[in-house]
């Protein structure tokens, strides 16, 4: 009971933190309740390859259809990792050799993948310059470790947190949130099995359904 009161308390603390200092709004943040409701949906969905005329597709598909958790990966080098529905990515990332968006196509973060900085956020309504100061703690970089782990994605203060993609040296990839440099969120792991595991994270760990 202590443990699950101390846990219980750390995430809070974390919570608050984070409201407190990651206040940019970069993309839509979706409630907790769609993102169940998406993840109950993929959770149906079977995994799949899909060879088309513009690049290959790994992911989940529903009735022949992208559906779920995925990744695009076009001939021309792009690639656009995230949540697909009907076909589409409806919120992920999407890179190519200069830029990388982060969010849906109406409401993103556009950085660019030689400085790192954030460039503009695209909203519906039009495009918002943020605050240089604000906006100077908040990147989008490639981070090589020592064990050959890497992870592609947004940071704040030097610290993975966001929207990213942690590739570990054996094949693996996760794409997902993370808070303060640790998976803390909804997000997807995709095995070399060809099997992919949905679902919200805390601390680094998988939480029970």
Known sequence: MKRLYLSLLSCLCALCAWSQQ?????????????????????AECVTCLVNTADGQYWGQSRDGVLYGYGIFI??????????????E??????????????????????????????????????????????AKAYRFESMTYANGDRYVGETWNGERHGYGIYYWNDGRFWYGQYRHNVRCGYGAQFDLDNKIFIGKWFDNEKLKE
């Open 89 to 134: 990515c409806i919120f992920g990332i999407l890179m190519d050799d200069k830029t990388a968006n982060v969010g849906s196509k109406t409401f993103y973060s556009l950085y660019d993948l030689t400085t790192g900085e954030l460039l503009r956020i695209q909203t519906p309504d039009g495009v918002s310059a943020p605050d240089a100061a604000a």
């Open 22 to 42: 990651d206040n940019l709004y970069r993309y839509d943040r979706i409630p907790d309740a769609f993102q169940q409701v998406f993840n109950d949906v993929a």
């Open 74 to 87: 076009n001939n021309n080098g792009s690639q656009w990792v995230g949540q697909y529905r009907d076909g």
